[in-house]
């Protein structure tokens, strides 16, 4: 008997691709033979335009890269630039980043679990998990002056110190969290519906995992126990203790099960970062990098000329190379950094998590039904903005 | 098996009873926070705009949208004599006004900024202008 595939086209307007994802899908009744992903439909040049972009004006196209968790994007990029320069940080300012970039994950890892459990048809934990998330975007909007473009982060530290109010603000997501946290779990863990829909679903072993290069929980629920901000400490993450949580049976359930955890301990890491917080300068003191203070600049003739100097020219950065990873609520984000003196980069190269982990989908869904391919998109938590830079 | 069904209704059942959290938007507006980046705008001192036309702004501005034009007063002072802002290419990112050195430049609590035409978008300076 021959048997016929059928083509079948999803996306790039599917609700549940995350984004603006297009698949085409071979099918042989209803189970899935063949993924081709299709992507570049948000693609904005970020890479190429950086190379026309001083190195400061590069920080706000990267909060467009994952949008979700444009906080973790800035603080990559930050890194990776001062890792090139060689600057070191005031405490404070790198105290300041970890609390931010931790709640991003809760941020990131809360649309995550409501588009997810939506996807699957749980749409209560969709309205309640914005709920929540807006309490983080109102203290992005407080600390940045935006709800998602934060371009908060400056190379060297902050672009300003945190606002009055900071402390209580975080103190109250901290204290609420595990409530919520508890929410989410009674609705669906034990659900019948939720264990039918992701036991057993997008199951990748730890071996292909580590081949597709896929990082991030999606890695961990795999069972490889990875996680660079314990095993490649960056901005202070070596002070924090903290556990990473892994997975046993490689699919979408222990997954879940992986972020739910990361989400307890990044309230526990926000913990720690708030009694660690010390009162200091949030700029480094790195005159040929960073802005001067704005009274140097109003009222001093030597102040005027600096701030000229880095505002109009930026600062030129050594000769050489730079890669630096850090552990995005998604995965590993690199940026790769290629300069050749002069105050842009000669080529960034960004290393976003969602699309490597997404070039394993055809190995996470293939023989399964198409119905659970929406789950597994689910799972990877994808964001297409960070796929098509 | 139903057990836990009921577990998670009983949740949301409580939720019935709490406080709806939903902002009725537009007849309810926001509370935008101090540091919100908004709609841009020029200060104004001794009932002219502060704007020396120093080209720091449209340098610096990664969007490329800012466009200044200096001119001469009549005390042979410089000043803007065009300041234009292309809001369909401004990515709101408050570069211009951190590097402003005289403090012309700010930005606003305005959000809403939907208009019907392209060159609505467009702001010139007469509608920069801080309004008092
Ligand atoms: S906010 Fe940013 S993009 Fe908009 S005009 Fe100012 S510098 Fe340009
Ligand atoms: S930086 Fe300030 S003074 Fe200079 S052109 Fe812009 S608004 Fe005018």
Redesign the pocket.
């Known amino acids: 008997m021959n048997k016929e595939t059928m083509t079948v086209n999803m996306g790039p307007q599917h609700p549940s691709t995350h984004g603006v994802l297009r698949l085409v899908i071979e099918l042989d009744g209803e189970i899935i033979e063949k993924i081709t992903p299709h992507i570049g439909y948000l693609h904005r040049g970020v890479e190429k335009l950086s190379e026309h972009r001083t190195y400061h004006q590069t920080i ?1 196209l990267t909060d467009r890269l994952d949008y979700l968790a444009p906080m973790s994007n800035n603080l990559g990029y930050v890194l990776a630039v001062e890792k090139l320069m060689g600057i070191e940080i005031p405490e404070r300012a790198e105290t300041v980043r970890v609390i931010l970039t931790e709640l991003t994950r809760l941020k990131s890892h809360l649309v995550w679990i409501a588009c997810h459990a939506l996807d699957i048809g749980a749409m209560t934990v969709f309205i309640y998990a914005f709920r929540e998330r807006e309490k983080v975007m109102q203290l992005y909007e407080k600390i940045s002056g935006a709800r998602m473009t934060s371009n908060y982060f400056r190379v060297g530290g902050l672009s300003a110190d945190v606002y009055d109010g900071f402390e209580k603000d975080v103190q109250e997501i901290v204290d609420t969290f595990p409530g919520h946290l508890d929410t989410y779990e009674g609705l669906l863990t034990k659900n019948t519906i939720w264990l039918q829909r992701t036991v057993g679903n997008g199951v990748i072993s730890a071996e292909d995992a580590i081949d597709a290069g896929i990082t991030g929980p999606a890695l961990r629920g795999s069972g490889v126990d990875w996680d660079l901000r314990r095993d490649n400490p960056y901005s202070g993450y070596e002070k924090y203790s903290f556990k990473v949580p892994v997975g046993e049976n490689c699919d979408t359930f222990d997954r879940y099960k992986v972020r739910l955890i990361e989400m307890r301990e990044a309230i526990s890491i926000i913990t720690q970062a708030m009694k660690a917080l010390k009162p200091g300068p949030v700029l480094a003191d790195e005159p040929q990098v960073c802005y001067p203070p704005k009274e140097n600049v109003y009222n001093s003739i030597e102040g005027l000329i600096h701030h000229f100097k880095i505002a109009s020219e930026g600062f030129p950065a050594p000769e050489g190379e730079v890669y630096q990873g850090i552990e995005a609520p998604k995965g590993e984000l690199g940026y790769y950094i290629v300069s050749d003196g002069g105050n842009k980069p000669y080529r960034m190269r960004v290393r976003p998590p969602s699309f490597v982990n997404l070039s394993a989908i055809e190995k996470m869904a293939k023989g399964a039904m198409i119905a659970d391919l929406v789950a597994v998109i689910g799972t990877l938590d994808i964001v297409l903005g960070e796929i098509d830079r | 098996m139903i057990v836990p069904l009921i577990k998670g209704l009983q949740i949301t059942f409580s939720h019935l009873f709490k406080k709806a959290v939903t902002l009725q938007y537009p007849e309810e507006k926001p509370v935008v926070a101090p540091r919100f ?1 908004g709609l ?1 705008t020029l200060k104004v001192s001794h009932n002219s705009a502060k704007c020396v036309a120093c080209y720091l ?2 340098t ?7 466009t200044v034009e200096a001119g001469e007063d009549a005390n042979h002072e410089k000043f803007a004599a065009v300041y234009e ?3 369909l ?11 402003c050195p005289v403090d012309a ?1 700010g ?1 606003t609590q305005e959000f809403e900024l939907a208009n019907y035409k392209r060159t609505d978008f467009v702001f010139s300076k007469e509608r920069l202008l801080e309004k008092r």
């Open positions: 706000p | 980046r841009h702004c449209p610096v501005c990664p969007a490329k949208c800012i802002i292309d809001m290419r401004c990515i709101f990112c408050g570069f211009c006004v951190e590097a430049l930005m």
